[in-house]
């Protein structure tokens, strides 16, 4: 049993009121776990106090938590977990980008309301360098907002709203790296040996080396190596994102306590979901790549179990961008198992998406996903097609090989498929970190542009943007109806394309993910109700599906997914299975050309029956006129049992 599980048990049992005997009772059944995982990490935790200085700084935090937030995390601890319901539908966006500022933000809220969409996750708004701040996810200081966003009050102001007109906010926590002008770098710069402990700092290049010899490059065109010369403090620190990104060390007990004070900031503001940035990299060991490493997965443990005590309200997102078997771990396993992160990126069906789209077959999709253990119950997916960063090809390499292709040349065909190096592609988009000593590479763009329609509208092609048109509402079906909190990326709702001004501009031109990092495109959004178009059309479709989705209560995420095979290549079909022999079947085909599936294979699924079915996009009951269903290209269908 989880201990969030344990603790609505154990609420049951206590005063309603008294919302501080609650406190104590989440801190005492969470002590001895505290306590283990607290000493795997630190095995001098107790001796050295650093554990009694845990504990003496839980009650501190809890007391800076808001009545309002406290009675909250109370109802939540007793209600069913909101994030696996039906009616949850997200929102990825910039503040600037969106409309201007956190002010603007709230002016569109209505906005949000017309399409559906009740979570919104704002993109960094924290201080950041003036230069390069990789869009906010090198931070200055974890409580301050940047103003250009507004001021706390705005945010407040924000939050509150946004509580009574029960919409969730998720926000970022990089809890991997501070940015070089944080005040503990500054402090570190200037030789105070107490901060340059904050980090991983080195006298010279022996250890630095060492660990090379096994670390990968994440951004290998703009930050090679994974180590940073800082003449100010004559000494080398660990960079291994950008060099302005320097990783926090978690080795240093000082750093986890200073952290989790500003992690408790953060919820304090009135977030739902805390987006636990890079956490793959919170371990770095000599002689691995230092990513996904068992104590990576003890420190998450433990921020969850002192929020679990403090703000049991919140959840947090793992954002973990890594293989398919190391994805679920986040989850938690063993004794952390629930009690890590509630909800991660399903960044395995987003690549296999984009994977299928190129090749029109399904057949990895099936491996894969067929490969992945179940989650734990309290568990949820976000399922997306795109967002703010690139696409990485994280395939595993075992299931490209069993079908019978070569995984370096296969990925090789997605880069050229998906970054105009084929003719043929339909696709428009752009190459991201290309690092030729090894030959990987990720992919960028907007899902629009990616699925053809910046060329159809250039060659004035009306064939080719209906079809990209239909390839956009047939992948965000997917994501709205697979399980987990389907998140739509501002703009890909009206089928934004790539936005090139990054070029122009010297602190972004090296990152091609600014390409699908657009303004809000407000005219375009004001035309969708009035003109016809692929906008418009991509606009009504999105929220006609998302409206369907909320009245679809087989959509709640129950681990209630199930892959159906079927013997058509470019076929996807899985099913939502609901109470007693209801349940709602997903049927996709990612070919350019209709597809058949014979009728008995279906009807043996309990669907069709008497050829007849509820369709649900359509919202309407249809025949089946003949033994077998037809699927016009990138055709995708919700069918309801009868
Ligand atoms: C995450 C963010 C990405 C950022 C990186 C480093 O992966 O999504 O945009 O560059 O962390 O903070």
Redesign the pocket.
């Known amino acids: 049993m989880n201990q969030a599980a344990l603790h609505k048990l154990l609420a049951q049992t206590t005063k309603p009121k008294d919302l501080d005997a609650h406190f104590e009772l989440r801190l005492a059944t969470n002590l001895t776990l505290l306590k283990d995982l607290f000493l795997a990490i630190y095995p001098k935790g107790i001796e050295s106090g650093a554990f009694n200085d845990l504990l003496t700084l839980l009650p501190k935090l809890y007391k800076t938590r808001s009545h309002t937030l406290r009675e909250q995390d109370l109802s939540r601890i007793n209600s069913g977990n909101w994030y696996q319901s039906e009616k949850i539908m997200g929102m990825q966006l910039y503040v600037d980008h969106f409309n201007k500022d956190l002010n603007g933000l709230q002016q569109k809220l209505s906005y949000f309301e017309d399409l559906g969409i009740n979570l919104l996750h704002l993109m960094p708004i924290t201080t950041r360098p003036k230069g390069e701040n ?2 906010g ?2 931070v200055n200081d974890y409580t301050a907002i940047d103003k250009r966003y507004g001021t706390k009050k705005d945010l407040d102001g924000l939050t509150t709203t946004l509580r009574a007109k029960k919409m969730y906010l998720m926000l ?1 926590f ?1 809890v ?2 501070t940015s070089n002008e944080h005040s503990w770098a500054k402090k570190a710069k200037a030789g105070q040996k107490k901060y340059q402990d904050y980090y991983y700092t080195y006298p010279d290049r022996t250890i630095p080396n060492e660990f090379e010899k096994s670390l990968p490059e ?2 290998p065109e703009t930050s090679p190596g994974n180590y940073t010369y800082v003449p100010e403090m004559d000494k080398w620190v660990m960079t291994v ?2 060099s302005y ?1 320097w990783d926090l060390n978690y080795t240093n007990p000082q750093v986890f306590m200073e952290m989790l004070a500003n992690l408790v900031k953060l919820v304090n503001l009135g977030v739902d979901i805390v987006r636990f ?2 956490l793959a990299f919170l371990w770095k060991k000599m002689g691995t790549d230092s990513q996904n490493l068992p104590e990576a997965h003890t420190i998450i443990a433990l921020f969850k179990m002192c929020l679990q005590v403090v703000a049991p309200g919140t959840i947090l997102l793992a ?1 973990a ?1 890594v293989a398919p078997l190391n994805i679920i771990r986040y989850f938690g396993e063993g004794n952390k198992e629930g009690n890590e992160c509630e909800v991660a990126y399903n960044a395995s069906l987003m690549a296999l998406l984009w994977n299928s789209m190129a090749t029109k077959k399904t057949a990895l999709l099936y491996k894969t996903i067929a490969n992945i253990p179940t989650k734990p119950q309290d568990a949820t997916w976000i399922n997306y097609i795109r ?3 690139d696409i990485g090809l994280g395939l595993d390499d075992r299931f490209i090989n069993e079908m019978g292709w070569n995984p370096q040349g296969h990925r090789k065909f997605l880069l050229d498929y998906y970054c105009q190096n084929l003719a043929w592609s339909p696709a428009k988009g752009l190459m991201f970190m290309y690092n030729p000593k090894n030959g990987d590479g990720r992919i960028t763009g907007s899902a629009a542009s990616l699925l053809g329609l910046e060329k159809a509208l250039e060659t004035n092609d009306v064939a080719l943007q209906e079809q990209a048109v239909d390839k956009i509402i047939m992948l965000h079906g997917i994501i709205l109806s697979f399980g987990g909190i389907p998140f739509i990326y501002a703009g890909d709702e009206i089928g934004t394309l790539n936005d090139y001004s990054f070029l122009k501009d010297a602190n972004k031109k090296e990152d091609s ?1 600014w390409a699908n990092r657009p303004q809000q495109d407000w005219a375009t959004i004001a035309s969708v109700k009035k003109k016809k178009g692929p906008q418009a059309t991509i606009f009504g479709s999105l929220k006609n599906m998302i409206a369907r989705r909320k009245k679809t209560p087989e959509f709640a995420d129950g681990n209630n997914m199930v892959l159906h095979h079927t013997s058509n290549e470019h076929i996807l079909i899985f099913e939502r299975t609901g109470a007693t022999n209801e349940g709602v079947l997903v049927i996709s085909n990612f070919d350019e050309h209709t597809q058949v599936l014979d009728g008995n294979r279906i009807a043996k699924l309990g669907y069709l029956k008497d050829q007849k079915y509820h369709d649900i996009i359509a919202n309407q009951s249809t025949q089946l006129n003949s033994g077998f269903l037809a699927l016009s290209p990138y055709q995708l269908l919700w069918l309801k049992k009868y």
């Open positions: 990789d869009g996810y090198a970022d990089v991997n790296h994440i951004f994102f950008n990104q940035d890079a954002e961008i967002c703010h960063d993910r």
